[in-house]
């Protein structure tokens, strides 16, 4: 096992978000050490979904806006349907995404949390997957899609399902134990 204690990890979501994809990797990461924090367009709380049913609520830590790149270590997308789309309507959600692929950074996207990184326009000529109905989405981004519970090309990891969470959450740590 790869060691991150005291990596610093930031989560990015709104309501709607697939409550094992946030849940499960934070719970992991912090086991293991890590710092986890969550960033949201607002500080209200904001609710999980299970599939369709609503889910768990949590307390971001810090508005989208106010993200420093260079205090986080990686970045966390989790899936859900509305979640991701809300966010890719969000310029600063956008941009930010966009910032943490430019400094080189792990970046992390599973289930429909991919869609973030096809406005972002970050994916042109890598291996990438997720969930099956956003597949197309991801090769008109110009992805090169697989179908593989957890996919690592270059800073940028993605997978399929909340089933893939602990593959999805171990290729993490392992590329930030990397860097």
Same mark, same amino acid.
């Given at each position: 096992?790869?060691?991150?204690?005291?990596?610093?990890?930031?989560?990015?979501?709104?309501?709607?978000?697939?409550?094992?994809?946030?849940?499960?990797?934070?719970?992991?990461?912090?086991?293991?050490?890590?710092?986890?924090?969550?960033?949201?367009?607002?500080?209200?709380?904001?609710?999980?979904?299970?599939?369709?049913?609503?889910?768990?609520?949590?307390?971001?830590?810090?508005?989208?806006?106010?993200?420093?790149?260079?205090?986080?270590?990686?970045?966390?997308?989790?899936?859900?349907?509305?979640?991701?789309?809300?966010?890719?309507?969000?310029?600063?959600?956008?941009?930010?995404?966009?910032?943490?692929?430019?400094?080189?950074?792990?970046?992390?996207?599973?289930?429909? &949390?991919?869609?973030?990184?096809? =406005? #972002?326009? $970050?994916?042109? *000529?890598?291996? @990438? +997957?997720?969930?099956?109905?956003?597949?197309?989405?991801?090769?008109?981004? &110009?992805?090169?899609?697989?179908? =593989? #519970?957890? $996919?690592?090309? *270059?800073?940028? @990891? +993605?997978?399929?399902?909340?089933?893939?969470?602990?593959?999805?959450?171990?290729?993490?740590?392992?590329?930030?134990?990397?860097?």
């Amino acid at each position: 096992m790869t060691a991150i204690d005291g990596a610093r990890f930031l989560i990015m979501a709104t309501s709607g978000f697939e409550e094992s994809e946030l849940f499960g990797p934070r719970a992991i990461l912090m086991e293991r050490g890590a710092k986890v924090a969550l960033a949201s367009p607002t500080l209200a709380p904001i609710q999980a979904t299970v599939i369709d049913d609503p889910g768990r609520t949590i307390r971001p830590d810090m508005v989208i806006g106010d993200v420093v790149v260079a205090e986080h270590d990686a970045l966390i997308l989790p899936g859900g349907v509305i979640n991701p789309d809300a966010l890719r309507g969000d310029a600063k959600a956008v941009a930010l995404v966009r910032a943490f692929v430019t400094a080189g950074k792990p970046v992390g996207a599973i289930c429909h &949390g991919p869609w973030l990184l096809v =406005e #972002a326009d $970050v994916l042109r *000529g890598r291996r @990438v +997957t997720g969930w099956r109905s956003i597949l197309t989405d991801l090769r008109n981004a &110009g992805g090169i899609v697989v179908d =593989e #519970a957890a $996919v690592t090309d *270059g800073m940028i @990891v +993605t997978s399929r399902s909340p089933d893939d969470v602990a593959a999805f959450t171990a290729a993490m740590i392992d590329l930030v134990g990397r860097v």
